[in-house]
């Protein structure tokens, strides 16, 4: 029988943690926005506010960076885009997301697919739209790709609501950074339990 090396698998314990160490930590939390991924979206939401900006990196003329709050100002009734920092204050944003679109706002978010934590259940299931990213996007002038998956959420407001439904709507999209231009892969139907 042979005899297992317990040094060698300790070296690959340790060499995948240090290779998914980007993925379960908050010292990144600032990831900017892709300009094709922004571009698609505003093609279809026409965003007037960004509300969780820096001055080099706003996508909208209005913005609110760390100086102005944006989770201490009101968003409606604007169509709002968010691209928070994704650390542990995310949950916060997405509350104020949810909050602000019961007052009328349109918020879209770009997050990471973190569908195993409490902020995702309290706040991206009361989403009116989830788009799960296919692949990997490339964040601000990297030409990596994120070392964790992406999705849309989208917060209609309450009135405007087009699916005025229990759960969100799960969309899979994947993004042309050429044409800046967003493709929608399938959409669930909840009506037949199927995917279109």
Wanted: proline share 5%; hydrophobic share 35%.
């Amino acid at each position: 029988m042979k005899k297992l090396n317990l040094d060698n698998i300790a070296n690959t314990k340790a060499d995948k943690s240090r290779l998914t160490q980007g993925l379960f930590t908050s010292r990144t939390e600032e990831w900017e926005t892709p300009e094709y991924v922004f571009l698609a979206l505003k093609k279809e939401f026409d965003f007037q506010i960004d509300v969780c900006a820096t001055s080099e990196n706003a996508k909208c003329k209005v913005f609110f960076d760390k100086s102005v709050d944006g989770l201490k100002r009101e968003w409606s009734p604007f169509r709002c885009w968010m691209n928070p920092p994704y650390g542990r204050d995310i949950a916060r944003w997405m509350k104020k997301a949810f909050t602000e679109s019961q007052r009328g706002a349109l918020v879209v978010c770009l997050i990471p697919s973190r569908t195993d934590t409490r902020w995702w259940h309290d706040w991206v299931m009361k989403s009116s739209e989830v788009r799960f990213v296919s692949g990997r996007i490339s964040f601000g002038s990297s030409k990596n790709s994120a070392p964790f998956p992406s999705c849309i959420v989208i917060y209609y407001p309450e009135l405007d609501n087009p699916y005025k439904l229990s759960v969100p709507v799960i969309r899979s999209v994947s993004f042309d950074k050429s044409k800046q231009k967003m493709k929608f892969l399938s959409v669930y139907n909840q009506e037949n339990d199927s995917f279109l």
